[in-house]
């Protein structure tokens, strides 16, 4: 089968490779409708994280079923399923308390950039859909399985209520995702921190009411200015960065709460200004498998259209091209047809 490979910074490649095949009695082995490249993919891609093997990449996936292990009871051969980048048993007690994401079986999802890949632990992490759906739906299917769930998990974390303002920082997939959300979720102001046109109109899309495209202490002060100088009800952080965290803190108002998601590199707290602050904080990988349930139910009643955050389709073969127009921003998000 055709995989995607990283074998140092700037280099992937598409390869011929062995099929995957079952290795635990727990593992399910799909065929990929569609995968995609991450914003996390980069990391390594640039440079940040060190490769010392090649990479088998990729953690986003939907597809067809085509063998299970032989403890597997939920899924069978032949069904559509979506599945978390975050692999959960669904059993133990940080997965009953919503947290898959932290389970004490947890693994993270590789290799999925691929025409088949094995999914551990198949029964926790995956959802069967009853058929197969529309092909016009794989895009939104496949966003369910990480940053649509990342997304909706920071705008729950920052406790999006109906009529609050919401404040989203990040234009990249997950913050237009996180966007999405908190329309969902009832936000009655949402302001979206971008500075690309083509991200601002998504976010539009999407339902954002307010775009600020100033960055740091202006994008603060006008943040303050359009919530009377009160600040934010919730806080959605799609970034990761000192700067984002830094803004995040200075928007939201005593007593609301931030959702981080953004994976920190180099933020610092201050234990005394969060002290003062009165914010709240709970970030973290999404505990996507919590929310796939009602996302794919919106997905297939056409609810939501998450989809449209690929604003590039290439097939698999040509993966390098992916990563190259997301690395460029020239791409918010790539989809690989399989
Ligand atoms: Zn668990």
Known sequence: MLGTKLYA???VRIEEMPE???????DALIRLAATCVCGSDLWPYRGANKVDAPLHMGHEYCGTVVAVGSEVTSVKPGQFVVGSFCLSDNTCPHCRFGFQSSCVQREFMTGAQSEFARVPLADGTLIALDNAPADDLIPSLLAASDVLGTGWYAAHAAQ?????????????????MGVLAAQQMGAARIIAMSRHKARQELALEYGATHIVTERGDEGVAKVRELTEQ?????????????????????????GSMIGYVGVPHGVQLDGQRLFFSQTGMLGGPAPVRRFLPRLIDLILDRKINPGKVFDLEIPLAEVAEGYKAMDERRAIKALLRV
Not at 20 to 26: E, Q
Not at 230 to 254: F, H, K, N, S, Y
Request: proline share 12%; aromatic share 0%; charged share 15%.
């Open 9 to 11: 910074p700037g280099d």
């Open 20 to 26: 995957p095949t079952i290795l635990k009695p727990t």
């Open 160 to 176: 999006v209520q109906p009529g609050c303002t919401a404040v989203v920082i990040g234009d990249g997939a997950v913050g237009l």
């Open 230 to 254: 009160i600040g934010a009800d919730a806080v959605l952080e799609c970034v990761g960065t000192p700067q984002a965290m830094d803004q995040a803190l200075a928007i939201a108002r005593p």
